[in-house]
């Protein structure tokens, strides 16, 4: 399953669906805010995006994850609006028979999230606010 | 032609805009949309330059014409995760 929300993620949640005697694998990741990015100290976050194009993207990498692992079940869930230090800003999980599979599967699932999701991020600091440095996102031919 | 332009980020916060219709001739491209937003918002060209483009919900080259109705979004470099 893919999600956006502005919600806090439950993370419980996310573990009971990953609930499969086929499986003997589940990795979850969280990504949380940090209180520190490139030598300033951060204080809380805003997190925007591009509602329907997000979570087409995210559809895609569900789809492109379980096609390219023996995945049994997977989520990814992202959270936008006001956020504050330890939230948790996304979650990965899958589970699969083995650990190998599921390490990688997460990984690939949140390396490319990263890169070609349509969400934004603003840091306040002390020091001022910032729009955090992105990555312009691959064009893939269909 | 006529296209409905959104804006995110940091793009949204310079320019105070988040969504715009544009009229534009019916062969133009996201470069020559990309023109129209540059003159309309200057202190946004920079940024512009770094912005990708999407046409209802995919990525795009900037050579790509448009057609009328489409949902064109203006993405400066993404940051999610």
Redesign the interface.
Known sequence: MVELTDKAIDTQAILVGMADHSTGAVVLFL?TVRDHAEGKTVTHMD????T???I?KMKAIETETVARWPIRQIAIV?RIGALQLGDV??AVAVASPHRGEAFEACRFA?DT??????????EYSPEGEG??????????E? | MRIEVLFFGQLREMTNCQNLAVELKSDANALDLLRVISQRFPASAGLLEVTSVSINNEYVAKETVLSDGDEVGLLPPISGG
Do not use: Q
């Not at chain 1, 729009?131 to 893939?140: A, D, L, M, N, S």
């Open positions: 990504g997190y925007e995006a591009y329907d194009m997000a087409a992202h800003s996304v949140i999230l990263k890169k070609s999701v349509p969400i934004w991020k603003k729009w955090v440095e992105g990555i312009i996102p691959e064009i893939r269909k």
